[in-house]
């Protein structure tokens, strides 16, 4: 074999270990997405969907929510709360800009917060300002927010995508042209199809690693293994196909992971109309129900069964599966009691997201199994959902998973879509979110827990996992998900 020459040798070393130095990381993702937003302001619609693409990424608040669910400083870097749990003073970043150069001072905080909670304000969580009073804004570095009563959980709330900054010439466009102050700025949306964001030089904090970042929504499960599998998508942090999950955690070229989530899936009933009105009616189809088996069918195993509207994750969670737990004979003497002997008829509209349609089906012969027979109408979700469901409150049941983070709440609000008054509940939950003491609070939830697990305004079924999977290499999404979110700001390839 012929030797090559000393210097010959050397120079095809410099040129293996120049191109080696070259070889550098891949700075884009495209990160695949069940659902598509129907906007990108997540001010100003409830739809998770927004925020897993736009918090983070492009909005920032006064705070934020981890990975393990504490808040941390944001745009506010610190701030004192006074003894009486009326004032908090919050001290604000240097020098943040806005995508478009405008400048983020107390005044455009002070813009965001009157926004939220104004007279005309269309945001999803506008009762989480309720108790504010009036904004201050001493100099363009501290804001100061005095409330009306204590509200323990406001430092929580400032940190939901509801809460986000945003800067005044540019709100009322954010639906199709976001402008925050995060790491990435938009790029483009081809609805239907993808939306891509783009690295900001202008951010104040620590620069992303990523230099562009596509969603793609792909609705379809066996189109999301396909685009998977063919390298199309680099990851989807939350896989819509359990029974494809195992293929996945077989494959060497991904990981997976099996996480948290406050995805509650409950099927509500209408509260307001027979028989859903009637309790015992409400216990009954409870009872019919056998969680254990439902999840095995609608999600093959992965899930946690749920006694009340409360996630193991959530501080305070209780175990409350047994309080109605699977008992048809019971459930037809209950039927029985409330004059439907024979059962009847209802409908329940389901949006067409796979664990939807799965429990709806499942729901349908365990009920039928008690004499109640239940027309499946399938519902386009969001958009005829949220005007039929959640607004109009047209519907005998219906079935949906429930995203947002501690929103037991959500049964004190007036009017909403379950129908469910109770001054009792409400009176509960008023005094949690007032005290300023946490042992305090954690008591009044685990009440609220117990009411609802015995008045069952909605069917409490399961807590969905974050059935996450990507490609080998990529590093820095969130294993569990506190709030949903797919915050890029960590995420980067190994070398």
Not at 187 to 207: I, K, P, V
Not at 246 to 253: A, H, I, R, S, V
Not at 442 to 456: F, P, S
Request: glycine share 8%; aromatic share 10%; charged share 20%.
């Amino acid at each position: 074999m012929q030797r090559l020459a000393p210097f010959v040798l050397a120079a095809a070393l410099a040129v293996g270990l120049s191109a080696t130095a070259l070889a550098a990381p891949r700075d884009d993702v495209t990160i695949g997405m069940t659902i598509e937003p129907t906007g990108m302001d997540p001010t100003a619609a409830a739809p998770v969907a927004i925020g897993q693409v736009v918090w983070q990424n492009l909005f920032q608040g006064l705070t934020r929510i981890d990975e393990k669910g504490a808040v941390e400083p944001q745009l506010a870097k610190s701030w004192e709360i006074s003894a009486d749990g009326l004032q908090y003073t919050f001290h604000l970043q240097d020098n943040v800009q806005f995508h478009n150069g405008a400048a983020f001072n107390a005044q455009t905080a002070k813009f965001s917060l009157d926004r939220a909670r104004g007279d005309q304000s269309t945001n999803p969580q506008k009762q989480f300002f309720a108790a504010i009073e009036a904004v201050e804004t001493p100099d363009d570095n501290t804001l100061l927010v005095r409330l009306s009563e204590p509200a323990g959980n406001l430092l929580y709330w400032l940190a939901w995508p509801a809460s986000v900054m945003v800067e005044p010439g540019s709100a009322d466009a954010n639906r199709t042209n976001p402008i925050g102050t995060g790491p990435f700025s938009f790029g483009e949306w081809r609805q239907g199809d993808r939306a891509t964001l783009e690295r900001f030089d202008g951010y104040w904090g620590t620069h992303p690693a990523l230099a562009k970042a596509t969603f793609r929504f792909i609705n379809d499960p066996q189109a999301q293994l396909a685009a998977l599998k063919s390298g199309q998508v680099d990851a989807f942090p939350e896989f819509a196909a359990p029974e494809l999950f195992y293929e996945l955690e077989t494959d060497p070229n991904f990981e997976t992971s099996v996480g948290n989530t406050e995805l509650k899936v409950v099927a509500g009933m209408n509260n307001r109309n027979p028989p859903f009105n009637d309790v015992r009616v409400r216990q009954a189809l409870m009872l019919a129900v056998n969680r254990g088996e439902l999840i095995t069918g609608a999600w093959s195993g992965y899930g946690q069964a749920i006694g009340s509207h409360y996630t193991p994750n959530d501080p305070g969670y209780i175990s409350l599966e047994d309080v109605l737990s699977h008992d048809q004979e019971k459930a037809r003497a209950l039927l029985a009691e409330a004059g439907y002997p024979e059962g009847f008829n209802a409908t329940i509209k389901t949006p067409q997201m796979a664990y939807a349609r799965r429990s709806a089906e499942i729901l349908q012969a365990f009920l039928a199994d008690v004499g109640v027979q239940l027309t499946i109408v399938p519902t386009e979700f969001p958009a005829v959902w949220v005007s039929e469901v959640l607004q109009g409150h047209d519907f005998d049941m219906t079935i949906v998973a429930h995203a947002e983070p501690m929103d037991i709440g959500i049964y004190a609000r007036p009017d909403y879509y379950f129908g469910y008054e109770n001054a009792d509940f409400a009176g509960i939950i008023n005094k949690a979110e007032t005290t300023t003491d946490e042992a305090t609070r954690l008591e009044l939830y685990g009440q609220a827990q117990r009411k609802l697990a015995n008045d069952v305004p909605a069917l409490y079924l399961f807590v969905m996992p974050k059935l996450g999977v990507w490609k080998n290499g990529l590093q820095g999404l969130w294993d569990n998900e506190p709030i949903p979110s797919n915050d890029l700001t960590a995420v980067q390839w190994s070398d």
